[in-house]
């Protein structure tokens, strides 16, 4: 069977839930994650992903690839960004996708798989539903439970 692990993930939207999923592919052994953050690149970029988990208050850090806009192709984006700025990410992500690749839409609004679909085929949209308690506290600091 062939890995998944080694796929090329971008997670557009480096918010407190593309953050999370972010670092939830990585801890799970996903070795090539990258991280698009437009307000919080040179954070993410020069110090990593700080982790607070509300049940073991102890932060930690985690490098992570910071990147300010998608390049090359991707066998995965994961469409993680305001619902406002969903037309701008699925036109990028429709630039940089594989032929065989897929976009997720993990966010808030019933209506954003609908926008993705007018620039990436449809077949390639898949709509997820996230039950998530995480707030950034500030750019590159994620605390969740």
Known sequence: MKSLLNKRI?????????SY???????????????V????????????LTIKNYAD????????NACKE???LYDAVLIC????????AAVQASKHLKADGFVASIQNGVENPD?????INKDKVITTVIYLTAIMQEKGVLEYD
Do not use: C
Request: glycine fraction near 14%.
């Open 10 to 18: 971008a997670i557009f939207g480096a918010g407190a839930v593309g």
């Open 21 to 35: 999923i972010g670092l939830k592919l990585i801890e799970h052994g996903f070795t090539d994650v990258e991280f």
């Open 37 to 48: 953050a437009r307000s919080g690149y040179n954070v993410l970029k020069e110090n990593g």
């Open 57 to 64: 208050k102890s932060p930690y850090n985690v490098k992570v």
């Open 70 to 72: 998608l390049s090359g």
């Open 81 to 88: 960004v305001k619902s406002k700025d969903t037309v701008q």
């Open 115 to 119: 926008l993705i679909s007018a620039y």
